[in-house]
């Protein structure tokens, strides 16, 4: 194999590009087990088994209202952070959208969210137990590992050239 040849930069920059693409493409289908849950409205504590990530969804919409979300466990009251894309669930002939994730909930927490204007709310909320982070995990190892292989061959390929160079000086 003869790293001395410019083209091996393309294939380094194909591996790259080819390997994040994979990594976000598997990463984007952690989203699929949300899709497919069941929707619980809130209210009751929520037995999370600790793993598990805790999705919050609302049957109403309201980014002009700001919407908050809190975990609550015992005296502990956690933000859920917001949803950083636009998931739709239907489960039981209602259609969900999810408006927060909260990452490894603890057991026995509750879920409250109140618009931050704190005018009356009609919008009814619930919540879905999901593993979102492994998949995503992997999708990121599988994107960082191939850039990491691209920029390796690349760096070998630098090399290559430079001694061959340096070689016939």
Not at 112 to 139: F, I
């Amino acid at each position: 194999m003869d790293l001395t040849r410019r083209r091996w930069y393309l294939v380094a920059a194909f591996v790259a590009a080819l390997a994040w693409v994979a990594g976000t493409a598997f990463a984007a289908s952690a989203w699929d087990p949300l899709r497919e849950a069941e929707v619980v409205p809130v209210g009751q504590p929520i037995q999370t088994g600790g793993t598990d990530d805790l999705a919050v969804l609302t049957d109403l919409p309201q980014p002009e209202r700001a919407v908050e979300c809190f975990a609550r466990n015992g005296k502990k009251r956690t933000p859920v952070p917001a949803a950083t894309v636009d998931i739709v669930v239907d489960s039981d002939g209602s259609r969900w959208h999810l408006i927060g994730v909260l990452p490894d909930a603890p057991d026995e927490t509750r879920i409250v969210c109140r618009p931050a204007d704190k005018q009356t709310d009609t919008a009814r909320y619930g919540t879905a137990l999901v593993d979102l982070s492994s998949r995503a995990g992997t999708g990121r190892a599988i994107a960082w590992t191939g850039l990491v292989a691209g920029l390796g061959l690349a760096g070998a390929t630098l090399t290559a050239r430079t001694r061959r160079m340096l070689a016939h000086d």
